[in-house]
């Protein structure tokens, strides 16, 4: 069932139901003023009876048969009983003798008690009431069919159906059309995502200039296209990348083997040669390490998340980063530690805390004039801080962004080796530890790497 059926549906239903009450309403007061009306009239007759029989008394019962014989035009049905006060019935008339009807014992005494009282008999309206004259008390009750009232009630009930089945009718035909301008929006929206593809992700929804409910779904939609472009534009990138990394240690790897080839070399040039190949295929290793561990972290739902000591996964780094080459130095700090030990665990992989810290540091030996790197442990609120600081050239503001993009080689890298995918795959484990990377660069403190981790009691 689509949303303009069930809007329509809805609409039509709450309509009829409104209309429904309303009828009801409307039926109900003028049945209750039906009664109130046809009582007044009743009341009149039975006072009238009273004050004849009170004035003519039961020897003139002749008279009174005539009298309201004459007046019988004016109701249906009717019919008069005058009881004395120990029930005994005095006088009777009936325009019908089948009209005739019995009260018992228990309704007389409680015309006595009430001393008047509306009631119905099969489908006449009643009224009774005690009259006293100076002689004695008498009962009188006059019954009646209200054929007037009813006939008018019977009307007005037909005009209320068809007016409801009419407005049931007007409500489903303006539900519909209510409906359609309301979902029109939606459909327009969702005919521009269809036709979005990989081919044309450039394309943006138009949101309009209100500030409603649609214009924010079209601001979301419009920002999760953002977000699949830029994916789908790094995803290019990394491929056009990674595939011209690893074809040119193929490629060096092939023409030294083709000119190797062509004559007969000594032992000595065959050692160069091959000791040039083992480079290239320690280079291409290297790369594809770099790639299968970027997709591992991509896969969060494998990974092994446990109490991890920060401060031994750094001395590993620490010693890890000096034996790449000789020239680098690790100045490792460690903040006073808390008396909460679980202060200064971490939540997480202590295999890829390791690899994310580990590019961090060594980035910062390769980049700095005097391959140092100085690392601080601070412990906050909650949170771990590792500080790594170099003295390399100053990372621009507008770079500080690319640095973390895969294989995106600074304009200060000059001649290091690397392909730009350390800090890519820092920043994804560290986002997997629900933590995150600050830089910030200047010529007085030098390049500052700040990670922030969560502790371990407050990782959620």
Same mark, same amino acid.
């Given at each position: 069932m689509t949303i303009r059926t069930k809007i329509t549906l809805l609409f039509t239903v709450l309509v009829t139901a409104l209309l429904l009450l309303t009828a009801y309403t409307v039926y109900y007061l003028s049945s209750v003023q039906r009664k109130a009306v046809f009582k007044q009239r009743l009341s009149g007759r039975a006072h009238n009876a009273s004050q004849l029989f009170s004035i003519l008394g039961d020897s003139s019962q002749s008279l009174l048969q005539r009298i309201d014989?004459? =007046?019988?035009?004016? @109701?249906?049905? *009717?019919?008069?009983?005058? %009881? /004395?006060?120990?029930?005994?019935?005095?006088?009777v008339f009936n325009t019908d003798a089948t009209d005739d009807f019995y009260l018992p014992q228990s309704m007389l005494n409680e015309i006595k008690e009430k001393k008047e009282l509306s009631f119905t008999i099969g489908n006449r309206d009643a009224f009774a009431q005690v009259h006293k004259d100076s002689r004695q008390r008498y009962i009188i009750v006059v019954a009646a069919f209200d054929s007037d009232g009813r006939l008018w009630l019977n009307q007005l009930q037909k005009i209320l159906f068809a007016s409801l089945f009419g407005g049931m009718a007007m409500s489903m035909l303006v539900g519909y059309v209510f409906s359609r301008q309301l979902v029109k929006p939606i459909s327009n929206i969702i005919d521009e995502v269809t036709n979005i593809s990989s081919h044309n992700l450039s394309h943006r929804i138009y949101a309009g200039s209100g500030?409603?409910? +649609? %214009?924010?779904l079209a601001k979301t939609f419009n920002d999760l296209l953002n977000r699949l472009q830029e994916s789908f534009t790094i995803q290019r990138r @990394?491929?056009? =990348?990674?595939?011209?990394? &690893?074809?040119? !240690? +193929?490629?060096?790897?092939?023409?030294? &083997?083709? $000119?190797?080839?062509?004559?007969?070399? /000594?032992?000595?040039?065959y050692h160069d040669v091959l000791e040039s190949v083992q480079e290239d295929v320690q280079q291409m290793r290297q790369l594809t390490k770099s790639l299968l561990e970027i997709a591992k972290t991509g896969q969060e739902g494998s990974?092994?998340?446990?109490? $991890?000591?920060?401060?031994? $996964? &750094? +001395?590993? $780094?620490?010693s890890a980063v000096q034996k790449i080459s000789a020239e680098y130095v690790v100045h490792l700090h460690f903040d006073e530690f808390p008396d909460d030990e679980k202060s200064g665990l971490v939540f997480g992989n202590a295999d890829l805390l390791f690899s994310a810290l580990k590019n961090i540091v060594e980035n910062g030996c390769k980049y700095s004039a005097d391959h140092t790197s100085k690392v601080n442990l601070l412990f906050g609120k909650n949170e771990l801080v590792v500080e790594v600081i170099n003295q390399g050239d100053v990372i621009e503001e507008e770079e500080i962004e690319n640095?973390?993009? !895969? %294989?995106?080689? /600074? !304009? =200060?890298? #000059?001649?290091? *080796? #690397? @392909? #730009?995918? #350390? &800090?890519?795959l820092a920043r994804r484990i560290i986002g997997i530890h629900k933590g995150n990377i600050e830089v910030r660069s200047s010529s007085q403190e030098g390049t500052v790497f700040r990670v922030k981790l969560p502790a371990a009691g407050s990782f959620t």
């Open positions: 014989r004459s =007046n019988a035009r004016f @109701f249906t049905s *009717k019919s008069i009983h005058i %009881f /004395s006060e120990d029930h005994k019935r005095l006088y500030q409603d409910e +649609l %214009f924010q @990394f491929i056009s =990348n990674a595939s011209h990394e &690893l074809s040119t !240690p +193929l490629t060096s790897i092939s023409s030294q &083997l083709e $000119v190797t080839l062509q004559k007969k070399r /000594s032992e000595e040039e990974i092994e998340l446990h109490d $991890v000591r920060i401060d031994e $996964v &750094l +001395l590993k $780094v620490t640095i973390f993009l !895969p %294989f995106y080689r /600074s !304009p =200060n890298s #000059g001649m290091q *080796k #690397g @392909f #730009g995918l #350390g &800090l890519a």
